[in-house]
């Protein structure tokens, strides 16, 4: 049986619970060909310093760096004499200089955790950093947003990505006053790792090497419509994880996929590194925190919370009936989206907000692949809701980032059984 679905604008192929049941559930989608879409190219890349093969020198401060490389080393060197990390956080642009700093982190006996983002800091990415604050001296958290994440059909997606590197560190800065002040945290955050793209792609972003991922890992879920977001994703934490050699390296469970197909990359490639997975941060009504969040104006926003309206119900019907069936799960899920897309079908138009469920998902927490049954693993809902722009913006109305013009896709998952636990999620009483 196939998971809930929509094949196109239009037209919902959901789940069906009359039809005939196959000996194991079908795949959510047909393989798609070994073609790749084109890859997005930021528009750093016509920046003149980049055109003509210069990189920016680490002695000059860039926007929201807070001092020069020499000015941290000096600190550096002060806090090594006494065994400490530095005081402030010290932005590092090279792969260089982090190999520095994680060299004299090592010399001190000092254990590092890694947190890397794309930018677009929240509260998610803040109990990503407290977790590794819990657990290691010092916290590195990568600040990069990663075109080769995004295909060219979606440049939009790159060059409006919420992106505020002075905010970010602002944010990280006022977490480490919280860090340094409760003797739960072992550490806090001492470096922000930001890269431009030619030290992180080098040969350049065209024709780069990447990782190679299995299909039946990349071509399900969120790699149907989004190919390159799993090698994408995969390349880059290689990379990351190459250059600055934690001791731990911290994700979020809201990329389910991307956290499975990753721990896997880990452990095939024998990299001395212990994945954590941070349960998801959600707002008050159930919406999980996302740097796409920034896209929705007040109307929009107020209908982006659906897609985690069905899965925190399904959680609770399963906790509460036990009922482990593919058939039972996700015919009230399939329920519940009926309905409310039902309920917002007849509102005005100036003052309503679309959407539509991409698919919904019941699968192997260690797979990836459909289950029949909730079995000893458990499983993961999981699913994509698209947003698309504000039909019809009112004057006066209190817009997102670019105005509500951009659709927005928004992911979320939650864990049946014993999948939270298998995952290794942490603040497991927040999934």
Known sequence: MNPVR????????????????????????????????????STYMNEPSVRNGARESEAAPRSGQLYSTSAAASTNDEAASHGTPPQQIQTIRTVKSIREARAHAAS???????????????????????????ECD??????????????????????????????????VEGLNAELKSDAKYRGYTTIAFSPEHPEMYP???ENCSRIELPADMVHVLEGVERPLSMTGA???????????????????????QQVVVLRRMIEEFHIPVQPRIVATRRDDDGLALSSRNKYFGERRRGVANVLSQVFLGAQRRFEEDGKASRKDVLDAAYAHAKE?????RHINPGKKAAFSFTYISLAD??????????????AVMSGALLVPPLEDPQPGERLGVSDDKNQVRLIDNVTLGNAGRYLGLTNLTDT
């Open 108 to 134: 001190i006996g000092h254990h590092v955790g890694l947190v890397p983002t794309m930018g677009g800091l929240h509260e998610g990415h803040l109990d990503l950093i407290r977790e590794a604050a819990k």
């Open 365 to 378: 927490p260690q797979t990836l692949q459909e289950v029949e049954t909730i079995g000893e693993n458990g």
């Open 203 to 205: 040969t350049g972003l």
């Open 340 to 344: 409310l897309e039902k309920s917002h």
């Open 234 to 256: 995969a390349t880059v934490v290689m990379k990351f994880l190459n250059v600055v050699m934690p001791d731990k390296v911290y994700f979020g469970q809201k990329d389910f």
């Open 6 to 41: 929509l094949s196109g604008p239009g037209k919902r192929l959901f789940y069906s619970a009359s039809r005939s049941r196959p000996s194991a559930p079908k795949p959510l989608y047909k393989r798609l060909t070994r073609k790749q879409p084109e890859m997005a190219v």
């Open 138 to 171: 010092e916290v590195y958290v990568s600040i990069y947003l990663n075109p080769t994440q995004f295909a060219k059909t979606e440049d939009g997606w790159l060059g409006t990505y919420p992106q505020n590197f002075a905010e970010d560190l602002a944010l």
